[in-house]
């Protein structure tokens, strides 16, 4: 005879209602947000599916938002879930609904969201920016966008921004756009399409590499910081973990290293050479793009790092020659051409050939310990003045007490090399270590924008559009428009 099983099941019952009666009179602890995270294992972080904050790259997901959320899961030892939204203005409401535990998409601390939300410790400073096309009449004072076509991103602290002065100047109009992002605007604006947008001044750092027309007005506001932001509430154990985390990678470096990987060379990129640069890339690039691509395919590189270098050093220029002699597209010296088997270092794809082959060879001798990205960056350097100078940087760094294998720290002892009280310490002596420097971020520069002309489809009338699938693309500063851009 089969024993009823609902006294078992009636007292399962009344267990579930009193657990449930004492967490709501505080006897039994309910679980934190933190709790809660561990538990399920995940947290989940929204963000914009866009080249400057999160997007699947060639080498799989990058993006400086990304990154550091990759790092702050691994923090908690849970996995990362990534979810986006089709516009900026929905990112927020998936926070405060509870779909999300973190907005990280380069948001600025405004006094508005501070009423719904908790903001992590900033990791960067920007200010807003009225931007204009050169060509056009600059902008003098904020009236100056009466009567005049603008637009900004709908749901951003430029639109909040913009209310906020419309309510003393009831005749500034603009238009709030749910579709586009601020690339996207600032693209309009170089094509003439739009009068002005306003734009955070590190996106138009970026921006102005690939837009040189674009220019800044002035600026809108004073400098504002950048975070992530949580919901607020009264269990702050997140944002506890989240303030730590910050005081973690800053102390040991982290957080530096992918400041450095995604905006390192922004700020040394010339802006006047650019655009001799973007002239040239359609009048003699195409002349030796199979070269490159060759090249690439044979020596295992990506062909876009190859012509970066190759402009770098002559301009793509067969005939050029420096005043130490070096000749040809990558400026090979005459025992570098000989080491290499290039008898005819003038001859376009000799040379080219040639320097492919260099650089994989001094990428190769470099110690294990130097990591991408730095490793690209280390064999760029030395490239330009030797391998034997960037190991004398090296020494130098550990000297001082910073990390020998990391190019945030080794570039600032390359200029060093130039000061006798250090290089009569090392083993070859002088140098000229900042041109070395201004090398790699230049090649960087070059390299990002030949990122953005051959993944995106933004210039029709650039005959590198071409599908590519690369080989061995260096985890350069995330491959496209590196850095997160702040709304």
Excluded at 51 to 77: I, M, N, R, S, W
Excluded at 139 to 147: A, E, T, W
Excluded at 423 to 435: L, P, Q, V, W
């Amino acid at each position: 005879m089969t024993k009823s099983r609902r006294p078992l099941t009636s007292i399962a019952v009344v267990l579930t209602v009193i657990v449930a009666l004492l967490m709501l009179t505080g006897y039994v602890q309910q679980p934190t947000q933190l709790n809660l995270i561990k538990q399920q294992g995940e947290l989940v972080v929204v963000t914009r599916n866009s080249p400057t904050t999160f997007y699947v790259g060639a080498e799989g997901k990058t993006g400086f938002e990304y990154d550091l959320a990759k790092l702050f899961a691994e923090h908690l030892g849970v996995k990362l879930k990534i979810v986006t939204t089709q516009n900026f203005s929905g990112i927020l409401p998936m926070v405060k609904s509870g779909q999300a535990h973190i907005a990280a998409a380069g948001l600025s601390v405004t006094e508005s969201r501070t009423k719904d939300f908790r903001f992590a410790p900033a990791y960067q400073e920007i200010t807003q920016q009225l931007i204009y096309r050169r060509g056009k009449q600059k902008p003098q004072n904020i009236s100056d966008l009466n009567g005049k076509y603008s637009e900004v991103v709908a749901g951003s602290s430029h639109s909040e921004l913009l209310k906020t002065i419309s309510d003393s100047q009831t005749n500034i109009q603009w238009q709030d756009n749910y579709e586009a992002d601020v690339e996207e605007l600032l693209a309009l604006v170089w094509q003439k399409e739009l009068d002005f947008t306003i734009a955070d001044s590190n996106q138009v750092e970026i921006s102005q590499r690939y837009y040189p027309e674009l220019r800044v007005a002035f600026d809108l506001t004073e400098p504002q910081q950048l975070a992530w932001a949580m919901l607020k509430s009264d269990d702050l154990t997140l944002h506890h973990e989240a303030t730590r985390f910050f005081e973690i990678i800053s102390n040991n470096g982290k957080l530096a290293d992918l400041k450095e990987r995604y905006f390192g060379h922004i700020r040394d990129f010339d802006y006047v050479g650019n655009r001799k640069f973007i002239r040239h890339l359609r009048k003699r690039l195409p002349t030796y793009l199979d070269d490159f691509k060759q090249a690439a395919v044979q020596y295992k590189h990506d062909w876009r790092m190859l012509a970066a270098i190759g402009y770098q050093e002559s301009h793509w220029d067969p005939r050029a020659i420096s005043p130490t002699g070096v000749r040809g597209i990558m400026m090979l010296t005459r025992g570098t051409a000989a080491d290499m088997g290039i008898s005819n270092r003038i001859n376009p794809r000799n040379s080219i050939h040639g320097g492919a082959r260099y650089y994989g060879k001094i990428k190769k001798r470099l110690p294990d310990a130097i990591q991408e990205p730095d490793r690209t960056w280390f064999a760029l350097a030395a490239y330009n003045i030797g391998l034997g100078h960037v190991h004398d940087a090296r020494k130098i760094t550990k000297a001082l007490g910073k990390d020998q294998d990391k190019w945030v720290d080794v570039k600032d002892a390359l200029p060093l090399l130039m000061q006798k009280r250090w290089y009569k310490k090392t083993k070859h002596g002088y140098a000229r270590g900042m041109e070395a420097t201004r090398y790699v971020e230049n090649i960087r520069g070059y390299y990002d924008i030949l990122v953005w002309r051959t993944e995106t489809r933004k210039d029709p009338s650039s005959n590198l559009l071409v599908k590519y699938q690369p080989q061995n693309t260096p985890a350069s500063s995330g491959g496209l428009l590196k850095t997160s851009t702040p709304l």
